[in-house]
């Protein structure tokens, strides 16, 4: 078995390959090449995770990418939800596609610094089911970063899907690791224990971990400004001093943050002062800290 077979999602434990794959044409160097030549151009590459779904980890992704094209950054948002994505309907580019050519693509422009791809955009409508499996994943990620023509990025914020599964692994496997993990979690322990595994999924893939998020921490009441914690509080932050990592804040639960989703505005751009957006805003410092 090659090494780039050894690494693949689609290597079966007898040394073959699962999905068929010709090892002679498979991974060819060409290919590799223009992978490595498209990253070169990339200063940082984000990778947003969680164990565990319904953590609002799309969200965070987008402020995220939006956070730092308001600091004046270049940036790409690449969206590799396969089932799921979600990240056209939170820009509101739900109706838009990508310009395609024979041997490229065109990212979607949000604004002057943001760019974005995801599959949401090829799917023919919202009903679709994207029924795939591991090495048709594996195929599009990669593609994603290869073909599309991202230019020159400071940084390319990538959402995966909730997990340890085939996209995070292909995600970092593509991006290589350089790729920085920005890990979300909600504050109870049902949540905490399945993102314990992402710390521990990015461990063995050697990519550092930038920090952990807690998002829905407390829902501060617009009336009387006091905090609840609806959900308690404090396990995102326990759980990275416990993994010996970096704690890059809390968001509150925010009602606006549900109705940016649903009407596809980033919060961030309305509502810049807000303590949700100024919690953003935080958990962004360090990430603009990597130059």
Request: glycine residues 10%.
């Amino acid at each position: 078995m090659s090494k780039a077979c050894k690494s693949c999602p689609s290597a079966s434990a007898g040394g073959g390959c699962s999905s068929g794959h010709d090892p002679k044409s498979c991974g060819d160097k060409p290919v590799d090449e223009k992978i490595a030549q498209t990253l070169s151009r990339i200063k940082h590459k984000i990778v947003v995770l969680s164990g565990k779904g319904g953590v609002g980890k799309s969200t965070v992704s987008a402020n995220i990418a939006m956070a730092l094209a308001l600091a004046g950054k270049k940036v790409g948002l690449l969206d590799v939800d396969i089932h799921g994505p979600s990240i056209p309907r939170l820009l509101s580019l739900g109706d838009a596609k990508p310009h395609i050519e024979p041997d490229h693509m065109e990212p979607v422009p949000y604004s002057q610094n943001l760019w974005v791809m995801s599959l949401g955009f090829l799917i023919p409508d919202k009903e679709t089911a994207v029924i795939w499996r591991g090495p048709m994943k594996l195929g599009l990620i990669k593609q994603f970063v290869r073909d599309v023509t991202w230019g020159d990025l400071d940084y390319l914020v990538t959402d995966c899907p909730p997990g340890t599964g085939d996209e995070p692994l292909a995600a970092l496997q593509t991006l290589g690791q350089e790729a920085h993990a920005v890990i979300v979690t909600t504050p109870q322990g049902v949540a905490v224990d399945d993102v314990r595994r992402s710390v521990t999924f990015c461990n063995q893939m050697g990519n550092p971990i930038l920090g952990i998020v807690e998002n829905m921490s407390g829902f501060v009441c617009p009336n009387c400004n006091t905090t609840h914690d609806i959900f308690n509080s404090g396990g995102g932050e326990k759980l990275a001093a416990e993994m010996g990592v970096r704690f890059l804040g809390r968001i509150p639960m925010d009602p606006e943050v549900v109705r940016s989703g649903d009407e596809g505005f980033a919060l961030l751009k309305v509502q810049s002062e807000s303590p949700t957006a100024l919690a953003f805003k935080k958990i962004v410092e360090p990430i603009l800290a990597l130059g």
